[in-house]
Structures are given as structure tokens and as C-alpha cells.
């Protein structure tokens, strides 16, 4: 079946870039996704890019799509206490029916 | 306010209980799923539906039944609960095969005695 892989922990100082990455196996994503859950809720969309897509930045964030390689990364600018969460990759491919194929999630510490 | 709707936040069954978790969502999206979520396991697909009156298993099906019956309403039902079904539940839709994006409701914690 698909795989998506992601780093299970990140650590960084409050005020430096955070930089989450993420792998998929099945050439055939349409859709790759990053959410957010912050301790005890649900799960907040943050950004979106389409296969045809190499790079996307929305305000702080910006995710970058490297096709051959299969990888996904989330960069997080000048990253705040309040960044602190998990945060999953997941991805729509050819065979998911639509549906999202979920990573296990990047536990991401911020220090003050 | 528009959105997915998950009750009840909290339940805990005794073990061969059954109960239905309900899903709601005000967006006429057409795509409608179910996942558990497990620490260390990430978000697994129970059941998802692309349209009312159509349903289909996903990753982790066994234990659970689903129908839709509205465009709006997709419940998840647990037969005979067990202490493996102790889990966090979520419920997404999406407007088309996910583009865009799947809406999440904000769970249900379910515990198995």
C-alpha cells in the first residue's frame, strides 16, 4: 500500500525557520496536504499544492514539492510558541478514492 | 456555523456495547470519511462515502458499519465494542475527491472498559 513517512519529532528556538519534511511512494498524488492539530482538537488545513506545482507559499509558510525524490516539506518562518503542534503530510493519489493517506505526524517543540 | 458537526465529544462504553458516533456537515460536500486516530499510528480510513446512498471500506473497517443516507448525515455505528476500539474518531468531508481539501470535525474520544 501507499506510504507516507515524516520525521517523528522537531525542535526549534522561538524565531527560527522550522522545516517539516515528508515522503510519499505513489507517483500518482494529485493532492499533498499539511494539517495541523494542536493538543486536543481536530484537523486544521493549513496549505495544499498540486502535483503540477513545485513550490507554494502562503505567508509564512511555504511547501515545496520535489517530484522525482517523492518529498514534501513545510517551512515555517520566524515559528512561534503558538506553532507548537503535530503536524501530518497527507496525500490524495490515483488509487485512494479520494481519500486522504495520512502520514503519522511531526511532533514540532518550540522553546522560547 | 458552517462546518462538520461530531457528537457526542466524550463516551465510554463497556465492552460488547453499542452506540453511533454522528457526523454532520452543512456544506453539501459530496465526500464524507471516517478515521480513527491511535498514538504513534497517525490518522487510519474506517469507512468513506463519494455520494449518498454509497459507501465503501476503508483501511480498518472491521468492527464498524456506516450508511448515508442524506448528502449531510454519515454516522458511524460500533456493533459490539471492544477495548480495541478505544481510539480518537474523526469525520471529514470534501467538496470533490478531496481537492481543496477535507473539512474535520474536532473528534470523538472514545474509551472501551
Known amino acids: 500500500g501507499e506510504d507516507v513517512e515524516q520525521s517523528l519529532f522537531l525542535s526549534v528556538r522561538e524565531g527560527d525557520s522550522s522545516v517539516i519534511n515528508c515522503t510519499y511512494t505513489?507517483?500518482?498524488?494529485?493532492?499533498l496536504y499539511w494539517y495541523k492539530q494542536e493538543p486536543g482538537a481536530g484537523l486544521q488545513l493549513l496549505t495544499y499544492i498540486f502535483s503540477n506545482m513545485d513550490m507554494k507559499q502562503d505567508q509564512r509558510l511555504t511547501v515545496l514539492l520535489n517530484k522525482k525524490d517523492k518529498h514534501l516539506s513545510l517551512r515555517i518562518a520566524d515559528t512561534q510558541t503558538g506553532d507548537s503542534a503535530i503536524y501530518f503530510c497527507?496525500?490524495?493519489?490515483?488509487?485512494?478514492?479520494?481519500?486522504?493517506?495520512f502520514g503519522k505526524g511531526t511532533k514540532l517543540s518550540v522553546k522560547p | 456555523n458552517a462546518g462538520v458537526t461530531q457528537t457526542p465529544k466524550f463516551q465510554v462504553l463497556k465492552t460488547g456495547q453499542s452506540m453511533t458516533l454522528q457526523c454532520a456537515q452543512d456544506m453539501n460536500h459530496e465526500y464524507m470519511s471516517w478515521y480513527r486516530q491511535d498514538p504513534g499510528m497517525g490518522l487510519r480510513l474506517i469507512h468513506y462515502s463519494v455520494g449518498a446512498g454509497i459507501t465503501d471500506q476503508g483501511e480498518v473497517p472491521n468492527g464498524y458499519n456506516v450508511s448515508r443516507s442524506t448528502t449531510e448525515d454519515f454516522p458511524l455505528r460500533l456493533l459490539s465494542a471492544a477495548p480495541s476500539q478505544t481510539s480518537v474518531y474523526f469525520c471529514?468531508?470534501?467538496?470533490?475527491?478531496?481537492?481543496?481539501?477535507?473539512?474535520f470535525g474536532s473528534g470523538t474520544r472514545l474509551t472501551v472498559v
Open positions: 505513489d507517483s500518482s498524488s494529485t493532492y
Open positions: 471529514a468531508s470534501s467538496f470533490s475527491q478531496g481537492a481543496y481539501g477535507y473539512t
Open positions: 497527507a496525500e490524495i493519489y490515483g488509487g485512494s478514492q479520494g481519500n486522504l493517506i
